[in-house]
Nanobody, 115 residues
């Protein structure tokens, strides 16, 4: 059974930093491209960052220069380092392996940015 477990969310002030993690089990982690998505209240889920099997990253425009996606294939874990957070980053963050259409999703972790 495939399971993705996110952790590391929380509450920070604007300008703050958080790192969220996604640990996978029941899957050959290094065979799958990964991504982070987020969903704010009342909005659709949207992509944030992508990472290839070998670790090449790509970012959606609004987070470029502030967020860093990475992965540790030896630990079956993917990370999202979030720096200089702003109010618009408040959302539930989800990890995905294998693509949005037919891949696997975690349960989500809440990130709240407030002053």
């Amino acid at each position: 059974q495939v399971r993705l477990v996110e952790s590391g969310g929380g509450s920070v002030q604007p300008g703050g930093t958080l790192r969220v993690s996604c640990t996978a089990s029941g899957i050959v982690f290094n065979l799958y491209a990964g991504s982070w998505w987020r969903q704010a209240p009342g909005k659709q889920r949207e992509p944030v960052a992508f990472i290839s099997q070998s670790g090449s990253p790509d970012y959606v425009g609004s987070v470029k220069g502030r967020f860093t996606i990475s992965r540790d294939n030896a630990r079956n874990t993917m990370y999202l380092q979030m720096d200089n957070l702003n109010l618009e980053d408040t959302a539930t963050y989800y990890c995905n392996l294998g693509g949005a259409q037919s891949g696997y999703w975690g349960q989500g972790t809440q990130v709240t940015v407030s002053s």
